[in-house]
C-alpha cells in the first residue's frame, strides 16, 4: 500500500477529533449523505453499521466526516466516507481513510469511489478493477423467463455459500438481516434479496450462476415492486452490451443513473467460482 502522510497541520489547527462511529452519530451522518445528494435512510445507515466499525470527525463537537470499514472475512469494504462541504481540501478525507484503511487490519478492501473520492484513494494505492452501474426507476412488471420463488431464513447456509464463492466476502450476517426484512428471491441457480433503501426498493445482491438466472431475478423484482421505486446497483456490465443486464434493466424501467468505480487494495488472488455477483446489497457493502 502507499506510504501515507500524517494528518495535515491544518486539522489540529481546526481542532478536528475522531471519535468511533456510533449509532448516536448517525442522525447528523445522515445530514452529511443528504447534503451529498445520497438517498440513505437513517434505518440504511443503520443496517451498514450493524456490519461495522467506523470513525468520525468532529468539530466543536459536530459530525464533520464519516468513514465505515465493513469486515466480511478476508475482504472489507470502506463506505460512506463523507466530509462536510466546508471543511474538504484540508486531509480530512485522507485522515478518516487512514483510520478505516486500519481497522481492515490486513483485509483485501474494497471500495465503490466517486469522482470526488478517486483521487485520493488512488493516492492511496486503491487499484480500478470495474464499474458499478446505478439504474433506478419506476418498475415495469416483466414475467421471468425461468422459476423464481420465495425464500426464507432456512435457506441461509446455501445463501451464503453462493455469495461466498460469487464474490470472497463471508458475510452471514449482514445477509440474515436483509432476508429477515425483505423478499428472498431464490431459483434453481442463484437468489437475490428486495428490500427497503432509498427513496424505495432495491434488489441485491443478485447472485447466480449465469445472466439468465440473474434475468429472471430481475424479472421478477419487477413484477413484485411494479409501480414502485426500484434500484439496483448492477457489477461491471458494459452499457452497450446487447443483452446485458444494463439493457434490461431499462426495459423494466431502471433508467441509468450514474454509478461508480470499483476499487480494491490488497487484493488477493479470486478463486474460481460457479457463481457470479450481478449486483451489489448496496455500493457501500459489495
Ligand atoms: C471524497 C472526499 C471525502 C474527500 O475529502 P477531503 O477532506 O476533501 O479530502 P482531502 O482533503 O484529504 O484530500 C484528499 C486527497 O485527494 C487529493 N485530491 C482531491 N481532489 C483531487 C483532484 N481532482 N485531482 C487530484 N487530487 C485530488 C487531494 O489533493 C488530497 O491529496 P493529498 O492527501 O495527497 O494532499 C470529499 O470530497 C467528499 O466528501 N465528497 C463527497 C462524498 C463522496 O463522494 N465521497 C466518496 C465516496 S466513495
Redesign the pocket.
Known amino acids: 500500500m502507499t506510504q501515507t502522510?500524517p494528518d495535515?497541520t491544518a486539522l489540529s489547527r481546526n481542532k478536528i477529533s475522531f471519535e468511533p462511529f456510533t449509532q448516536s452519530h448517525i442522525a447528523e451522518a445522515l445530514e452529511?449523505s443528504r447534503a451529498?445528494g445520497?438517498p440513505h435512510r437513517a434505518e440504511d445507515w443503520a443496517l451498514n453499521l450493524s456490519v461495522s466499525e467506523g470513525v468520525v470527525a468532529l468539530a466543536n463537537g459536530r459530525v464533520v466526516?464519516t468513514a465505515l470499514c465493513s469486515s466480511f472475512g478476508a475482504v472489507a469494504t470502506l463506505?460512506?466516507?463523507?466530509?462536510?462541504?466546508a471543511?474538504?481540501?484540508?486531509?480530512?478525507?485522507?485522515?478518516?481513510?487512514e483510520r478505516v484503511i486500519a481497522l481492515g487490519e490486513a483485509r483485501e478492501l474494497r471500495?465503490?469511489?466517486?469522482?470526488?473520492?478517486?483521487?485520493?484513494?488512488e493516492?492511496l494505492g486503491f487499484k480500478a478493477v470495474g464499474r458499478i452501474l446505478q439504474h433506478q426507476g419506476v418498475a415495469n412488471a416483466a414475467p421471468p423467463e425461468l422459476p423464481v420463488t420465495t425464500g426464507t431464513l432456512n435457506d441461509i447456509a446455501g445463501l451464503v455459500r453462493m455469495d461466498t464463492a460469487a464474490s470472497g466476502l463471508s458475510r452471514e450476517g449482514l445477509l440474515s438481516a436483509i432476508v429477515a426484512e425483505g423478499d428472498l428471491l431464490t431459483a434453481a441457480g442463484g437468489f437475490a434479496v428486495v428490500r427497503g433503501f432509498g427513496r424505495g426498493k432495491v434488489i441485491g445482491p443478485i447472485v447466480a450462476r449465469d445472466a439468465a438466472t440473474a434475468r429472471a431475478l430481475m424479472a421478477e423484482a419487477s413484477v413484485r415492486c411494479a409501480g414502485r421505486f426500484l434500484r439496483v446497483d448492477l457489477v461491471g456490465q458494459a452499457e452497450d452490451e446487447g443483452g446485458g443486464l444494463a439493457v434490461y434493466a431499462r426495459q423494466l424501467g431502471l433508467a441509468s443513473a450514474g454509478g461508480?468505480i470499483a476499487m480494491h487494495c490488497c487484493a488477493r488472488p479470486a478463486e474460481a467460482s460457479d457463481f457470479n455477483t450481478y449486483a451489489f446489497v448496496s455500493?457501500a457493502l459489495g
Open positions: 502522510k495535515s452529511l451529498v445520497w466526516g463506505n460512506m466516507i463523507i466530509v462536510d462541504a471543511m474538504r481540501g484540508r486531509g480530512l478525507g485522507r485522515a478518516l481513510m471500495l465503490v469511489a466517486t469522482a470526488d473520492g478517486l483521487p485520493l484513494y493516492k461508480g455500493q
